[in-house]
């Protein structure tokens, strides 16, 4: 049924207490029993209405009152479990932090204690340090001065070594200019020779070549007169 007006909670008894009273006015013969009648009939529909709306709505939330309790159990069931799965994890790290407590200890002290040997080796080093440049300092400026006196007796003969060797260099050089003339007056003088005997070869082979062509002329000769006796005496032998 559609309720057509607002809705206003009203207690059961009143609505009776009303109902009494427009049956006294009937019966009162009041004309206000007329429009009473009409104003409680008009609602009286929706007042049960109402009560059965109140009921369902009562009903309806019971239910998902139940619905969510049995959700909210669920829930805290699977959350129970959780947390004792979270219990479990927390009680494992909470002994391996102990575990990692005694180790981190146990490191420190052997920090400690390597630290402290770091510091006497540090001071053993220092010390060592100190003989050594000390040590060094002696050693550097002995070396020093052994190297100053070998230094200029060294610089001492090479100046004598370097003189010598000037001198022998002069020497050098002047017997290099001399021999390198003597050559030079040699290679002239062979050149020169040279071509002496180079003309004299040409001479000799220019007489050479007129004595042959000499003797070439006169074996020809002696040749045709001897061609010229064998054909007198061919003749001959032929009469």
């Known amino acids: 049924m559609e309720i057509k007006h607002k809705v206003k909670c009203i207690p059961e008894e009143m609505f009776g207490r009303l109902k009494e009273f427009s049956e006294k006015l009937w019966e009162e013969k009041n004309s206000a029993a007329v429009e009473l009648s009409s104003i409680m009939q008009e609602f009286e529909e929706e007042s049960l209405s109402v009560e059965e709306f109140l009921t369902g709505k009562e009903e309806a939330a019971a239910g998902k009152l139940a619905f969510a309790e049995k959700q909210y159990a669920e829930k805290m069931k699977v959350l129970e479990a959780k947390m004792g799965e979270v219990k479990k994890e927390n009680d494992a790290l909470s002994a391996r932090l102990a575990g990692l407590k005694e180790e981190r200890e146990a490191l420190a002290a052997e920090i400690e204690t390597k630290n402290e040997e770091n510091a006497r080796l540090s001071a053993q080093v220092a010390?060592?340090?100190s003989r050594l440049v000390s040590e060094f300092s002696v050693k550097t400026g002995e070396l020093y001065e052994n190297l100053k006196g070998k230094e200029e007796g060294m610089l001492k003969k090479w100046e004598e070594k370097n003189g010598q060797l000037d001198g022998k260099l002069s020497s050098l050089e002047r017997e290099y200019k001399e021999r390198g003339e003597a050559l030079r007056l040699k290679e002239k003088s062979l050149e020169e020779e040279f071509k002496y005997k180079k003309k004299e070869l040409i001479k000799t082979f220019d007489r050479?070549?007129?004595?042959?062509?000499?003797?070439?002329?006169?074996?020809?000769?002696?040749?045709?007169?001897?061609?010229?006796?064998?054909?007198?005496?061919?003749?001959?032998?032929?009469?």
Do not use: H, N, W, Y
Request: aromatic share 0%.
């Open 127 to 129: 010390e060592e340090k």
């Open 208 to 239: 050479v070549r007129v004595e042959l062509e000499l003797k070439e002329r006169e074996l020809l000769k002696k040749q045709e007169k001897l061609a010229e006796g064998e054909k007198t005496a061919d003749k001959g032998t032929e009469k």
